[in-house]
């Protein structure tokens, strides 16, 4: 138990700042090139996230995978933040996969359950430019704050299971912890937006700049725990443990990112509609 924590926190010391430094310095430009280190993090993550997603299943790795990473890739490079673009190739390449697996439903569910939070994540950042870098690092903050709440309380006062046929350690204790803290880091990002004037006043997704980002925080956190039950439902049912051991200490992919696939689509959502852009 004590080496499973220590090789955790220390994929945690390694990816939590990297993850960072691409988010941040994701646009940036060099003697005049500009450097998608953002678009390229999310092609990686599609393609493991699609290896991933295939290996669970059939315990090997087929042209199917590759068909989806490449599906992921294409949505996240030829879109630039255009989500009905996005969409269409999506939809297009899932038919491809469907067809490719042999009408396999699990394989064309699984493109867009890897594809729809990549392109979520590919438009938040892109949407505006001068706080979309913000909103996504806020996105980060929120789900791992749940993570960790919910971690740490729920192993601390522990107490009844949510579902304990889904997932056996997940507890009520631990979903509010993870609400909370939450939060508390959305309410501390807020100070920090308004402590160097990121948001203007009048922007309208920012208006009671603290209360709109604690309450999201707290929604948030909400769906990405469902995105984590879900993940654990679909491992449940493929008597798995972890998507697979491509992270010391956390599992998989899936494992780690489980909560993002689901808020990122949610926050998207509510950014879009706040945009007040027509889709079509």
């Not at 631990?174 to 990121?198: E, N, R, T």
């Amino acid at each position: 138990m004590h080496s499973n924590l220590t090789l955790r926190v220390l994929s945690a010391v390694v990816l939590a700042p990297l993850v960072f430094c691409v988010i941040w310095f994701g646009k940036a430009v060099y003697e005049d090139y500009s450097i998608p280190l953002y678009k390229m993090l999310l092609c990686l993550l599609g393609a493991g996230l699609a290896w991933e997603w295939e290996y669970m299943f059939f315990k090997k790795t087929t042209p199917v995978a590759l068909a989806i990473s490449l599906v992921a890739s294409l949505s996240v490079f030829l879109t630039e933040g255009n989500p009905s673009f996005a969409l269409w190739i999506v939809l297009l390449g899932t038919t491809v996969v469907f067809w490719m697996s042999k009408l396999n439903i699990a394989m064309a569910f699984g493109t867009l359950y890897i594809c729809f939070p990549l392109i979520s994540l590919e438009y938040i950042y892109y949407v505006n430019e001068n706080v979309s870098r913000e909103i996504v690092l806020w996105l980060f903050f929120v789900v791992w704050a749940t993570d960790i709440g919910g971690y740490v309380v729920g192993r601390t006062v522990g107490g009844p299971k949510v579902a304990p046929k889904i997932s056996a350690k997940k507890t009520w204790a631990g979903v509010i912890g993870g609400v909370l803290f939450a939060a508390g880091v959305a309410y501390v990002f807020a100070l920090y937006l308004k402590a160097y004037d990121y948001i203007r006043p009048s922007a309208v997704l920012f208006n009671r700049l603290t209360l709109v980002l604690v309450v999201s925080a707290g929604i948030l956190a909400i769906v990405s725990q469902v995105g984590d039950f879900f993940e654990s439902y679909i491992k449940r049912r493929l008597n798995l443990k972890d998507s697979s051991n491509l992270i010391p200490g956390h599992g998989g992919l899936f494992d780690r990112l489980d909560g993002l696939l689901f808020a990122a689509v949610a926050t998207a959502i509510a950014v879009f509609l706040v945009n007040g852009e027509g889709m079509f």
